[in-house]
Structures are given as C-alpha cells and as structure tokens.
C-alpha cells in the first residue's frame, strides 16, 4: 500500500522539522512549499495539507490570497497550525484580537465526539507560542476546543474538511495524538 502524501505549508515557523517529523512518525511522506511560492493547484498525490505557524501577521490577505486559493480548491483535509490556523479563520472572516503572549504549555477542554479528538481526553495539555486570538469562529466554522484564554482554541469547518489549532501540535504527546486523529481522517 502506498504511503499517504501530505503537502506542508511552511509560513515562516521556527518548527518546521519538528511538524514534518510528527507526520513521518504518523506514516506520511511530506513535502514543503514556502507560502509565497505555493502551485496554484494541488498534484495529486497528496491527501492532506497542513499550514504551519507564521511569523508574518495572519491577516495580510494580499500575502495569503494564493495559499487560501490553493486550500479552496484543493478538496483534501486542510490542517492549519497556531497562525496557519488564523490565516484559515482570517479569510473566512473570522477576527483576531492581540492578548497576552502565551509560551508554554497549557490546558485546553476539547469536544470529544470530534474525530480529530479520538486519541485524547476531554482536557489536553498542548503548546503555545503566540499574541493574537481568534476571537469566535468565523461563519461556517464551529470552535471545538476552548480555553480559559481563549474561545476557540481548535476549529472546524461545518463540512468536516478544514482543522485549525491555536497551540503547535508539534510538541508535546497530547498534540502528537491530536495529530494522529488528523491522520486518520485524511489516510481513509
């Protein structure tokens, strides 16, 4: 059986080896495109994209109109991480709001029934690395995790295709099984 094929986005994250080798371990070959030189459709072969984190603020959709043309059309399983989760949330309307910098690890409720969710508890322990906060999920879109410090924590597109995550799911065991639940979805 062949090897699923994930298309990694890489949007400027200091972890991009970290994120890449969590899908190796999951059983994905990957491959990398930097956001600015992203093809305007998706080949074939893969079976899911992931948007990394950013270090170029989400909300510049001039910048992002190409990735988010490539996502629209791209009918695989999208998961954006940290800012490539705002950068999904952004250009469905959604609005970040600046908050307290958070590094670290923290505690987040996740809906259960998610399968995204399928191989962790109801509270999780993921890490974080940001200042901006989306602060509802935008229409079409419903928030499957929340925390103390913000609203929507995880986010899921109403037909099931597009993920987001506010921590980097690279690090820590409770992102890695977050991640495994994605796999799942995207390796049927």
């Not at 910048?63 to 988010?68: E, M, N, S």
């Not at 109403?158 to 991640?179: C, V, W």
Request: net charge neutral; with cysteine; glycine share 10%.
């Amino acid at each position: 059986m062949a090897r699923s094929r994930v298309l990694v986005v890489n949007n400027g994250t200091l972890s991009l080896e970290q994120l890449r080798k969590r899908f190796e371990e999951l059983g994905s070959e990957t491959d990398t495109v930097n956001a600015d030189s992203v093809p305007g459709r998706l080949d074939s072969r893969y079976q899911a994209i992931v948007l990394s984190g950013t270090k170029v603020r989400a909300f510049d959709r001039d910048f992002y109109r190409p990735l988010i043309d490539l996502v629209r059309g791209a009918g695989v399983p999208v998961f954006g991480i940290c800012g490539g989760m705002q950068i999904l949330a952004v250009a469905h309307g959604g609005q970040l709001a600046p908050g307290p910098q958070r590094v670290g690890s923290y505690d987040v409720q996740v809906d259960q029934e998610e399968p995204l969710f399928s191989y962790v508890k109801p509270a999780v322990t993921v890490f974080h690395r940001h200042t901006l906060y989306l602060q509802a999920a935008p229409e079409g879109f419903r928030s499957i995790g929340r925390s103390e410090h913000a609203p929507v924590e995880f986010l899921r597109s109403d037909d099931g295709r597009l993920f987001g995550a506010q921590a980097h799911l690279e690090f820590r065991s409770d992102g890695m099984e977050i991640l495994r639940g994605f796999a799942d979805i995207y390796q049927r």
